[in-house]
Nanobody, 115 residues
Framework: VQLVESGGGLVQPGGSLRLSCAAS????????MRWYRQAPGKERELVAV????????NYADSVKGRFTISRDNAKNMVYLQMNSLKPEDTTVYYC?????????WGQGTQVTVSS
């Protein structure tokens, strides 16, 4: 099982980034997919979730209207489009796959929003 995030980096406030998460080793289309983020010394925060078929999404209040989660079950990929980025969005973002008792995590990708 692997979840590999990519797309992080340094961006100016107001800018955009698109995170990607490539999944392998499990039946991707059966899993709910989530993006979390966690800053040092802080609790992990759920950012966005998409259902297995992609028909429903939900977002943390802090990112609602700015971030969009999507998935491509044919490619075993999940994405997080992040617009209007703010300095407080700076942290490591993690991809998570969840189904029943199975929970898988990626290694994380760093996002830094700074001028």
């Amino acid at each position: 099982v692997q979840l590999v995030e990519s797309g992080g980096g340094l961006v100016q406030p107001g800018g955009s980034l698109r995170l990607s998460c490539a999944a392998s080793g499990f039946t991707f289309s059966s899993y709910v997919m989530r993006w979390y983020r966690q800053a040092p010394g802080k609790e992990r925060e759920l950012v966005a979730v998409v259902t297995s078929a992609g028909g429903s999404t939900n977002y943390a209040d802090s990112v609602k209207g700015r971030f969009t989660i999507s998935r491509d079950n044919a490619k075993n990929m999940v994405y997080l489009q992040m617009n209007s980025l703010k300095p407080e969005d700076t942290t490591v973002y993690y991809c998570n796959a969840d189904r029943l008792r199975n929970h898988y995590w990626g290694q994380g990708t760093q996002v830094t929003v700074s001028s």
